[in-house]
């Protein structure tokens, strides 16, 4: 058993119940603003229960196995992108562990100049401090830079700090995309 499943099993709550309370409590642990074992002993609290320490292990460990698939076609292209020279950046909201097994498990993530995790910035989409991060972190003028994510809020976010927005829905629609920007700045991706 794997997945939201495999949540819902360890903390002994499932459905919408376990869902509500798992979004509401994580923008904090997305940010850095708590660690793993604060958020699910806060999500326990929550519940009404309360998780021992080898349990928040087991949830911590499943959370993160469960945000670990990619899309192989968005990796091939992101390596055919940084391979016709387009700089890139990566803004993620994820907490330390996932960041920390992405790292140590996807080589891929070398073709970002920039990686913007939520938890190391303390910052998350669509925060507009996350979004300065980047153009920072970039060196380019917010117009110079095409943001891609698959969540039209984050999307609009962008937008609004004067990036390009992109709404990505497939590779193609990003290619076409991309033929209409030109080849300079850089984009941002939703990593899981």
Not at 12 to 20: H, Y
Not at 26 to 40: E, H, L, M, N, S
Not at 56 to 62: C, S, T
């Amino acid at each position: 058993m794997g997945g939201k499943g495999e949540l819902e099993r360890l903390a002994g709550v499932d459905g919408s119940e376990f869902w509500d309370a798992y979004w509401a409590l994580r923008a904090p642990y997305d940010r850095g603003d708590v660690d793993g074992p604060g958020y699910w002993r806060r999500l326990g609290e929550r519940l009404g229960t309360r998780f021992d320490e080898r349990r928040v292990a087991e949830l911590i460990a499943a959370d993160v196995s469960s945000w670990s698939a990619v899309d192989d076609a968005m990796v091939g292209l992101v390596a055919e992108l940084a391979a016709g020279g387009r700089r890139l950046g990566l803004l993620s909201n994820i907490p330390e562990e996932l960041a920390r097994y992405y790292e140590a498990q996807h080589a891929w993530l070398g073709h970002f100049e920039v990686r913007a995790f939520s938890c190391r910035i303390g910052h998350a989409k669509p925060e507009p401090a996350a979004y300065d991060w980047c153009r920072r972190a970039l060196s380019a003028p917010s117009e110079r830079i095409l943001f891609v994510d698959d969540r039209e809020g984050n999307v609009r976010a962008a937008e609004a700090v004067g990036m390009h927005g992109h709404l990505f829905t497939s590779p193609e629609g990003l290619r076409a995309r991309l033929g209409t920007y030109g080849d300079g700045g850089g984009g941002g991706a939703e990593g899981a």
